[in-house]
């Protein structure tokens, strides 16, 4: 069974066209695994999204067919708030915590890299251009770096996947779903991954990183 793991979707709460329970639906019908819900957030709706996300992931949960994480992604906030809005997801009860890097597709303040890496987020969304320094202090830190499925944040998946490699910093497949024709299967994912320049051998290993996120979260 083709099961992967995608830690990276929106639903209505955000940009999504989907409701949480339709989204979880449709992750079980093409087989995942498991999958956080990540909408998009910044200091003026983050008390608003998390305590719902959190409230559908504990119903959807009782039924045991999938793990559903209740995460947040933090987009477009100033580096110098990123920090103390980590804090607040936390404090909120968010799992999962994302923020929305700096993909060559949109003016994402410069710094946010580097700014969500220092505050021990989890994820570094479509970190576009990164650069080496920031990749060292992603893996020191033990944030994975996102190779994306989505138009446009594709873009710089192999510049992305070569320096990750390069430092040895831990790279995760996500699709950025924020509509039913985004969603894969495990097939799709490893030929992105092949498309970013990664070598065979490696794709197990980079699939996993997911699990260990999945297990360090939920633990």
Do not use: C, W
């Not at 087989?31 to 819900?37: E, F, K, L, N």
């Not at 996300?53 to 708030?81: F, M």
């Not at 202090?137 to 873009?155: P, Q, T």
């Not at 024709?181 to 197990?204: C, F, Q, S, V």
């Amino acid at each position: 069974m083709n099961i992967i793991i995608d830690l990276h979707t929106h639903t209505i709460f955000s940009d999504g066209v989907l409701i949480p329970s339709e989204l979880v639906q449709r992750a079980i019908a093409h087989g995942y695994r498991a999958i956080a819900i990540t909408d998009h957030a910044d200091i003026s709706n983050l008390d608003f999204i998390i305590p719902r996300i959190i409230k559908v992931s504990e119903q959807l949960n009782k039924r045991g067919v999938i793990k559903v994480i209740p995460g947040i992604e933090l987009t477009h906030a100033p580096p110098e708030l990123i920090k103390s809005l980590v804090k607040e997801a936390r404090n909120l009860g968010a799992r999962l915590i994302i923020v929305h890097g700096q993909t060559i597709t949109e003016p994402v303040i410069q710094g946010t890299n580097r700014a969500a890496i220092m505050a021990g987020i989890d994820i570094l969304a479509h970190p576009g251009l990164i650069d080496n320094e920031d990749v060292l202090m992603a893996k020191e830190k033990g944030v994975a770096l996102e190779i994306s499925y989505r138009k446009g944040h594709s873009l710089t998946n192999g510049h992305v996947a070569k320096l990750a490699l390069y430092y040895g910093a831990s790279l995760v497949i996500n699709t950025d779903t924020h509509s039913p024709e985004d969603m894969i299967n495990k097939d799709t994912a490893i030929n992105i991954l092949r498309a970013a320049g990664i070598d065979k051998e490696k794709i197990p290993d980079i699939l996993k990183n997911s699990d260990i996120i999945v297990e360090r979260v939920l633990s």
